[in-house]
Antibody, heavy 119, light 106 residues
């Protein structure tokens, strides 16, 4: 059974960089069928797609976040990562990683991790 | 950007009720639409893809319909496990979600 697990700091200071990693188990991140994505959800609010990437390094970023965003992959560890720079309180959210049947929907999700931006 | 608008935002219903949630796209997205269910503190769960295809393992009381700009998610007979928030998501141009519809107990 495919599983995804987010990891990273739960607290980030304003203006600093938010870094998260998603570890995939029960399947290969190098599958030709799938992309791997990040989605976030501010407390009490809806879902926002952040970005998606293919194991080869091809990426799609939300235009509203593109200038601050980097998504990368480490196939040797079956992991992919998110870096969001210059964070503000508006970036406080539960961050989910997910498998994406590209270019369509997200069929497997991690449990999510809350990241709070605060000094 | 393609905007997705769900209605209603909150829906109060009783066990056994037939429930319908609507999702409208700001421009045509053909049938490139998915529906998710989310319970408090949990990740979203895929229910429907391609507007009307039921994901494996999802009960048959869930169904989806529509194309173009108007879509519906129907629960034929509301069960206790169905009280949750439901989101639509388009995948015609990038990926955007509706704001969610909370189904609560009447």
């Amino acid at each position: 059974q495919l599983q995804l697990q987010e990891s990273g700091p739960g607290l980030v200071k304003p203006s600093e960089t938010l870094s998260l990693t998603c570890t995939v188990s029960g399947g290969s991140i190098s599958s030709s069928t799938y992309y791997w994505g990040w989605i976030r959800q501010p407390p009490g609010k809806g879902l926002e797609w952040i970005g998606s990437m293919y194991y080869s390094g091809s990426t799609y970023y939300n235009p509203s976040l593109k200038s601050r965003l980097t998504i990368s992959v480490d196939t040797s560890k079956n992991q992919f990562s998110l870096k969001l720079t210059s964070v503000t309180a508006a970036d406080t959210a539960v961050y989910y990683c997910a498998r994406q049947l590209f270019p369509y929907y997200f069929d497997y999700w991690g449990q999510g991790t809350l990241v709070t931006v605060s000094s | 950007d393609i905007q997705m608008t769900q209605s209603p935002s909150t829906l109060s219903a009783s066990l056994g009720d037939r429930v319908t949630i609507t999702c409208r796209a700001s421009q045509s997205i053909s049938s490139w639409l998915a529906w998710y269910q989310q319970k408090p503190g949990k990740a979203p769960k895929l229910l429907i893809y391609m507007a009307s295809s039921l994901e494996s393992g999802v009960p048959s009381r869930f169904s989806g319909s529509g194309s173009g700009t108007e879509f519906t998610l129907t629960i034929s007979s509301l069960q206790p496990d169905d009280f949750a928030t439901y989101y639509c998501q388009q995948y015609n141009s990038y990926w955007t979600f509706g704001q969610g519809t909370k189904v609560e107990i009447k």
